[in-house]
């Protein structure tokens, strides 16, 4: 069935969302359809406003204009600790858990030498010249526990001086979970992680 191409363009771009299928898209923008025309000029205004938000050239994070506001709070933070996250997405998290009170850097990525993403491409150099330019005491890798992760955390860690401590975050069985259902990797990880009780 044709469906007018207006609405095909807005269901192709909800399409690309990762984790948003065709009858997902499709949903949405059906939705769209029952909106007055106020709200949908509020929202292509908020979308096109999208275009003003960019990325802190000193941490990664979101920023309107050249500083982000973690950076802007830097003063209230930990001078001598940065946690190095993978995404801004992890940055968010550990935000929200109010428990890091320190400086953050986002990666925006990991190693992955098959896919062609090195040291370059992730700005490892950025983080080298910040935590010597800074002088951080202590530097907190949250990045995920695979593989690509793995190896970037041993990477930065070896790019460091010595008199730099290097912590990575634990990584284990979640709250109430069972350890019948939890595969062997995260069963591992719990063990290396354990702490004296």
């Known amino acids: ?14 399409s690309s969302f990762q984790g948003i299928g065709e009858k997902t898209a499709t949903r949405f923008a059906l939705s769209l359809l029952n909106w007055d025309k106020t709200r949908i000029s509020h929202f292509s205004e908020a979308i096109e406003n999208l275009l003003t938000v960019g990325k802190c ?17 830097s003063n209230h933070r930990h001078t001598h600790q940065i946690c190095v996250v993978e995404s801004i997405t992890d940055c968010m998290a550990i935000q929200k858990s109010l428990t890091y009170s320190g400086h953050y850097h986002i990666l925006n990525g990991v190693l992955n030498p098959l896919m062609g ?4 491409e992730i700005g490892v150099e950025g983080l080298l010249s910040r935590i010597q330019e800074r002088n951080y005491t202590e530097v907190i890798l949250a990045i995920n526990s695979t593989v690509e992760g793995d190896a970037t955390c041993s990477y930065i860690r070896d790019q460091l001086p010595e008199k730099v401590r290097v912590e990575r975050i634990g990584f284990g069985l979640p709250m109430g979970g069972s350890l019948e ?17």
């Open 181 to 197: 259902y939890v595969d062997a990797l995260t069963i591992t990880k719990a063990l290396e992680n354990r702490k004296q009780f």
């Open 117 to 120: 993403v090195g040291p370059e």
């Open 1 to 14: 069935m044709k469906i007018p191409e207006q609405l095909e363009e807005v269901i192709k771009h909800f």
């Open 57 to 73: 050239p000193k941490c990664g994070f979101l920023a309107v204009e050249n500083e982000c506001r973690l950076c802007e709070q």
